[in-house]
């Protein structure tokens, strides 16, 4: 069994003892960060290391970042996607693990304000990044894409529709942009066994958002038809939210046949 976690831990550094705490406690073979918001030269690779972690790490200073930790080798790295030489910033890191899976990191842009530039800059993100799908399901190896999507897809996924009716998450070309890359034959572990409402994956620091489970479901695990085939089991992993200094968001599971 291979359990592969994606986590968005907003800021690396500012989170190493929880992330250590939860990697000790739940010992995953595969974890996708993002936000690590540091470049891969600060990135703490001992502590993983000794944990039995080879990593891939793209980094930026301050804001966004990527990284890949395995109990597997890494090979096939890749920390960008094609499309737009001119896009320097930190948001997809992939590789193949055990060479017989491709597994791949991202933090999709938010894309707010929606009258900003940040919005066609997420739109033509989440065209560059369905062209990438396309490739990635030509081959015959399975992949799992892991992340902070910034994608609030149903109703059911968000606690208050109507508070982000007007943000990028919901917007209507965000929407149709995500369902044409799910279209391509992902599958979305997490709902795969757990399609009730209220099932989220980050609550604000403000308003109390955590104390009244206003949550949000932004972080997914999408997994190829081969990759599907393999799949046993998912979840959210809540608790870290509730620790001292935690991030945002907590980690979202799956475990594949291996």
């Not at 989440?126 to 030509?138: A, F």
């Amino acid at each position: 069994m291979i359990k592969i976690a994606t986590w968005n831990v907003n800021s690396i550094k500012a989170r190493l003892p929880n992330v250590l705490k939860w990697l000790d406690s739940q010992n995953p073979d595969v974890v996708l960060f993002q936000e690590i918001k540091t470049v891969a030269e600060t990135f703490p690779y001992l502590e993983f290391e000794e944990r039995g972690y080879n990593m891939l790490v793209c980094g930026q200073k301050s804001y966004n970042g990527v990284a890949i930790l395995s109990k597997f080798p890494l090979e096939n790295k890749i920390t960008s996607l094609i499309g737009n030489e001119a896009d320097k910033q930190a948001r997809y890191a992939e590789a193949v693990i055990n060479g017989n899976l491709k597994v791949a990191s991202i933090y999709l842009p938010n894309g707010n304000p929606i009258e900003s530039d940040k919005f066609p800059y997420k739109l033509e993100w989440l065209e560059r990044l369905l062209e990438h799908v396309k490739q990635l399901m030509s081959s015959n190896l399975p992949f799992v894409l892991g992340g902070d999507f910034n994608v609030i897809l149903n109703d059911k996924d968000v606690y208050s529709p109507k508070a982000f009716a007007d943000t990028s998450l919901c917007h209507t070309e965000v929407i149709k942009k995500m369902r044409s890359i799910l279209n391509l034959g992902l599958t979305d572990a997490l709902r795969a066994f757990n399609k009730q409402s209220g099932v989220y994956s980050f609550w604000d620091y403000k308003h109390g958002c955590w104390q009244k489970d206003n949550g949000i479901l932004l972080d997914y695990l999408l997994l190829s038809p081969e990759a599907t085939d393999m799949l046993k089991s998912s979840g959210i992993d809540k608790e870290p939210r509730g620790w001292e200094r935690p991030s945002d968001h907590a980690p979202v599971w799956c475990e594949l046949a291996g």
